[in-house]
């Protein structure tokens, strides 16, 4: 299995709380995602990063922010959480540029009441 | 345009039988078309995966079919199996620029 951490795994918060979900990968891979899986939607990516503190928005990126601060850690931040963030986010690493396979972490969901 | 359409939503497939799962896309700029297997409290794993220059590829007892003129691929499971059964999710990458997943298909396999 990739090494891929993501913490934490479960977490609980009120609307309008700050949320930092971290992902710490082993694996010296240059891309990171964060993508959220909710029923009928499948896997929409909301950031991504292609190096140290280089990132870009993806599909769903509205109400989150990103932090790529070494190869190894991808820190997703909701920075005043709400109902509709109420989802299970994975992170996902790949090799490079047209490399083909995503290797997934195992999910951190969060619940925001 | 950067759509995945995946079907159907849900599928009962008794043991030994053949499980099919379908999905279109409408970006001819997609070169990369994998499928994913995820089991309950798990992250998706890459479970095969295939690029426009082949139509068909096999392993094991799972097969992608590709008809790159009506932008449609499918995933065969030959021979399913209890241990078969999580939700199977297809995608469509665009050289690396767009990785998008279809919505998923819940797969129950019967003893």
């Known amino acids: 299995d990739a090494g891929i951490t993501q913490s934490p795994r479960h977490k609980v918060t009120e609307t309008g709380t700050p949320v930092t979900l971290r992902c710490h990968q082993t694996?010296?891979?240059?891309?990171m995602y964060w993508y959220r899986q909710d029923p009928g939607h499948g896997l929409r990516l909301i950031h991504y990063?292609?190096?140290?503190?280089?990132?870009d928005k993806g599909e769903v990126s509205d109400g989150y922010s990103v932090s790529r601060s070494k190869t190894e850690d991808f820190l997703l931040t909701l920075e005043s959480a709400t109902s509709s963030q109420t989802s299970v986010y994975f992170c996902?690493?790949?090799?490079?540029?047209?490399?083909?396979?995503?290797?997934f972490g195992e999910g951190s969901r969060l619940t925001v009441l | 345009q950067q759509q995945v359409k995946q079907s159907p939503q849900s599928l009962i497939v008794q043991k030994g039988g053949i499980s099919i799962i379908n999905c279109a896309y409408e970006?001819?700029?997609?070169?990369?078309f994998p499928w994913y297997q995820q089991f309950p409290g798990k992250g998706p794993a890459l479970l095969i995966a295939?690029?426009?220059?082949?139509s068909e590829k096999k392993e094991g007892r799972f097969t992608i079919s590709f008809n790159k003129s009506a932008k449609q691929f499918s995933l065969h499971i030959m021979d399913s199996q209890p241990g078969d059964s999580a939700t199977y999710f297809c995608?469509?990458?665009?050289?690396?620029?767009?990785?998008?997943f279809g919505p998923g298909t819940r797969l129950s396999v019967l003893p």
């Open positions: 995608a469509a990458d665009n050289y690396g620029q767009n990785f998008v």
């Open positions: 295939i690029r426009p220059d082949v």
């Open positions: 970006n001819t700029a997609f070169d990369y």
């Open positions: 996902a690493i790949s090799e490079g540029y047209d490399a083909g396979e995503l290797f």
């Open positions: 990063s292609y190096g140290v503190k280089d990132t």
């Open positions: 694996e010296n891979h240059r891309y």
